[in-house]
């Protein structure tokens, strides 16, 4: 299974930015608020910074950075909006951090190595990639699915989660047959892999979902397609 057409050319642009370091993709939920945060996804107060400052000094790898389109609303409302533009022109200027804005998140799918995400819808469909997911979650021993759980890697502190990336940005990947045994569930009988089968299905979702989000998004205050 082949990324759509129209989507291949944004795919060689973010390839070509990369200049052949491994691509992590890295999704940011926009509930980064105090009033939101407990009863939210993010954890960029835990995290966020952090994983800026990470990348900042790993100019070996190319940090992808795909944002809820409402989380760059959210950081203003947080630090104000003269820090927190100071803060995304930092990392759009650092050379190796790119901010995907393209109009679908799917095409980083495609390009990225493997995801950093708060939990989110998305874990899924990455997921059908089988390509390896580092969950960064407020409580990890409380993640509910724990199908999904037992096949990412789940960092408890920041120490983790540097030593997660570290391994998978040097092809250590430890949970490389629990995902592929978590796909076997989805095979259906035929010629195809699990792997398209289950893209089929995921790209039929998208073309009917595109236009409600492009729609959302022109409505709403985001920066960039979820």
Do not use: I
């Given at each position: 299974m082949l990324p759509l057409e129209e989507d291949s050319e944004y795919i060689k642009e973010i390839t070509a930015r990369a200049e052949g370091r491994k691509i992590v993709l890295w999704n940011t939920h926009?509930?980064?608020?105090s009033a939101l945060e407990e009863n939210g996804f993010s954890t960029w107060k835990r995290y966020g910074e952090q994983i800026l400052s990470y990348f900042k000094y790993r100019k070996d790898l190319?940090?992808?950075?795909?944002?809820?389109?409402?989380?760059?609303?959210?950081?203003?409302?947080?630090?104000?909006e003269a820090a927190a533009n100071r803060l995304i022109h930092d990392a759009e200027t650092c050379g190796n951090i790119f901010i995907d804005r393209y109009?679908?998140?799917?095409?980083?799918?495609?390009?990225?190595?493997?995801l950093i995400s708060d939990l989110s819808s998305?874990?899924?469909?990455?997921?059908?990639?089988?390509?390896p997911i580092v969950i960064t979650a407020q409580q990890p021993g409380k993640i509910i699915n724990q199908e999904i759980k037992e096949c990412?890697?789940?960092?408890?502190?920041?120490?983790?989660?540097?030593?997660?990336i570290d391994?998978?940005?040097?092809?250590?990947?430890e949970k490389y047959q629990l995902r592929e045994s978590y796909l076997q569930q989805f095979q259906e009988f035929g010629k195809k892999s699990t792997a398209e089968n289950i893209l089929d299905v995921m790209y039929q979702k998208l073309h009917q979902e595109l236009e409600?989000?492009?729609?959302?998004?022109?409505n709403g205050n985001g920066e960039?397609?979820?």
């Open positions: 926009h509930t980064v608020n190319f940090l992808l950075w795909r944002p809820h389109p409402y989380f760059f609303g959210a950081l203003r409302d947080l630090y104000g109009r679908s998140y799917s095409a980083g799918f495609f390009a990225a190595d493997f998305l874990l899924k469909e990455f997921m059908f990639l089988g390509k990412c890697y789940v960092p408890e502190d920041t120490r983790e989660l540097f030593s997660m391994a998978l940005a040097n092809g250590n990947d409600q989000l492009m729609l959302d998004f022109r960039g397609l979820w």
